[in-house]
C-alpha cells in the first residue's frame, strides 16, 4: 500500500532475484486477465500450494488447465448448485442457533464461521456430513486449519522457502503429516463414494444401503471419469476435490466474517437488508428457494460493497509468457510476475466515489462501473470457477442471519492482514440478538 501511494499504479518490484509489476490499474489488468495466453500462474507464489493441490485446477495451467476447466464447468451450473442451498442452510440454521446462544454477549465469530462454511462445503464438495465429535473427522477439521496457517508461517520466513529445508524442519514435518491426513480422508471418501456409484450403476447396490441425497462434487468427477474411461484417476479426482475444499472455504469465511462486522457497524444497511427478507419471506424463515436467491437485489449490493472493501483474495498474480507492452514509453517483458493488486484497485478514487466508505448503493442496477475495477473473483478466462456458488452461499448464509438475528458491534474499527485470504489482525467481536416483532425496541432497551 505504502509502495502504491508512493510510485502509482504500475510499478517494478525485486526479490529473491525475481522480478514483479505490481499493477493496481484496471486498464492495465485488461488485457492480462482477457488474454487466453496468459494463464499460467506465477511458479512462486502458487508452488507452496502444490503439496495440497498437486496439479489441480488452482494451480494448473496450459492444456491441462483449460481441458479441466471445460470439464469441470458444468458442476457449477445453476440447476446443481440449487441442490447445495439446502445444504449451506442446514448449516447456518445451525450457526445462527450458537450465535443466539452466546446471549447477546461479545461473541468471537471467525472460528464458527469457519466450521459452518468447511462443513458446508464438505458435503456439497464430497457427499459427507462432517460431525466434529467424529474422531477422523475431527482431525481432518484440525489439519485444515493447520495446513491453512503453516502456508501463512512459511511465507513469512524466507529461509523456509526451499523445498528441502522446509520438509526437515519441524514446521514443514506437521504441515505435510497434516496435508497426508487431509489426502487421507479425501481418498477414503472418494473410495467408498465410487464404490456407492458403481453399485448404482450395476443395480447391485444391497436394497437396505440408503441412495445418496444429493449431487455432490465428487459424484460429477465420477460420472465424467464413467463416461470418460481413463480421463481421471483417483490422484485426478482427489486434487480437484481438495482444490473445491480449500478454495470453496476460505474465501467465503473471510467474506462472512467482514459481513457480519460490517452490517452490525451499519445498522440502517441491516435495516434494509431485513426489510428486503421481510418482503420476500414475511415472518416464514423457510430455506430459500434459488427464484427467492435472486429477489436479494439489495443483499447482493450489500455483498458486493464488502467484496469491494474486503476482497477476500486481495493479491494474484501470472507468469507473462510473452512481452506486455503498457504504453509507447513501457513494456513489461516475458518472464517477468504480473501482480494484479485486488485491494488497491477496488479502493481506487480514480474509479470510485468516497472509496473508503461502506455504500451498497453503489452496485445499484445502472451504475456504471468499470468491468475491471471490481474483481473479487478475478475476470477473463481463469476467472474463478466457483463464483456463482460462492453468491449463492453468501446470500443463502446471511438470508438466515439477518432474518433470525439483530447484530451490534463490539469490534468498530479493524486493520487488515493478508494470510492466504484478507484477515482482521484482532479478533471480531459482536452481539446477537433475537430478531422478532420488537426487534426495534432492543436497542432502547440497551441505551
Not at 505504502?2 to 484496471?26: H, N, R, T
Amino acid at each position: 500500500m505504502k509502495y502504491v501511494s508512493e510510485f502509482g499504479s504500475i510499478f517494478e518490484l525485486q526479490m529473491f532475484g525475481m522480478k514483479y509489476a505490481i499493477v493496481s490499474d484496471p486498464e492495465i489488468i485488461k488485457p492480462v486477465l482477457t488474454s487466453p495466453t496468459q494463464i499460467t500462474k506465477s511458479h512462486f507464489e502458487y508452488s507452496f500450494f502444490r503439496p495440497m493441490f498437486n496439479d489441480g485446477l488452482l494451480v494448473s495451467d496450459g492444456d491441462k488447465w483449460r481441458t479441466r476447466r471445460k470439464l469441470l464447468a458444468p458442476s457449477f451450473h445453476f440447476k446443481i448448485l440449487e441442490t447445495s442451498i439446502e445444504t449451506v442452510d442446514r448449516n447456518a440454521k445451525e450457526f445462527v442457533s450458537n450465535l443466539l446462544a452466546s446471549g447477546s454477549k461479545p461473541t468471537k465469530i471467525e472460528d464458527m464461521i469457519c466450521l459452518m462454511t468447511l462443513k458446508s462445503i464438505c458435503e456439497t464438495a464430497m457427499g459427507v456430513e462432517l460431525n466434529i465429535e467424529d474422531k477422523q473427522q475431527n482431525e481432518y477439521v484440525k489439519a485444515s486449519k493447520i495446513c491453512h496457517d503453516s502456508l501463512v508461517y512459511r511465507y513469512l520466513r524466507f529461509w523456509l522457502f526451499p523445498d528441502f529445508i522446509y520438509r526437515h524442519s519441524n514446521a514443514g514435518k506437521i504441515f505435510f503429516k497434516c496435508a497426508d491426513l487431509i489426502h487421507n480422508f479425501a481418498d477414503q471418501v472418494i473410495s467408498n463414494r465410487k464404490q456407492l456409484f458403481i453399485a448404482e450403476k450395476t443395480g447391485s447396490k444391497n436394497k437396505n444401503s440408503t441412495k445418496k441425497a444429493r449431487n455432490a462434487f465428487l459424484d460429477n468427477l465420477l460420472e465424467l471419469d464413467d463416461s470418460n474411461p481413463g480421463l481421471f484417476t483417483e490422484s485426478d479426482i482427489r486434487e480437484e476435490v481438495d482444490t473445491i475444499m480449500v478454495a470453496g472455504h476460505n474465501p467465503s469465511s473471510t467474506a462472512l466474517m467482514f459481513l457480519h462486522f460490517l452490517l452490525a457497524n451499519h445498522p440502517d444497511v441491516q435495516e434494509k437488508v431485513y426489510d428486503e427478507q421481510m418482503d420476500i419471506f414475511g415472518d416464514d424463515i423457510r430455506t430459500p428457494t434459488a427464484q427467492e436467491l435472486k429477489k436479494m437485489i439489495y443483499l447482493e449490493m450489500v455483498i458486493k460493497e464488502t467484496l469491494r472493501l474486503y476482497p477476500s483474495i486481495p493479491f494474484h498474480s501470472r507468469l507473462l509468457q510473452e512481452d506486455l507492452r503498457i504504453d509507447e514509453h513501457t513494456v513489461i517483458p516475458a518472464g517477468y510476475t504480473f501482480g494484479i493488486f485486488n485491494y488497491c484497485i477496488h479502493r481506487s478514487e480514480k474509479y470510485w466515489n468516497n472509496p473508503e466508505e461502506f455504500i451498497p448503493e453503489r452496485f445499484a442496477s445502472g451504475n456504471e462501473i468499470h468491468p475491471f475495477s471490481f474483481i473479487p473473483f478475478s475476470a477473463g478466462p481463469r476467472s474463478c470457477i466457483g463464483q456463482k456458488y460462492a453468491m449463492m452461499e453468501l446470500k443463502t448464509i446471511m438470508s438466515r442471519v439477518v432474518r433470525q438475528c439483530w447484530l451490534e458491534p463490539v469490534t468498530t474499527t479493524i486493520s487488515v492482514d493478508y494470510g492466504i485470504t484478507l484477515t482482521s489482525t484482532e479478533p471480531i467481536l459482536l452481539k446477537a440478538f433475537p430478531r422478532n416483532a420488537t426487534r426495534r425496541m432492543i436497542s432502547t432497551c440497551n441505551i
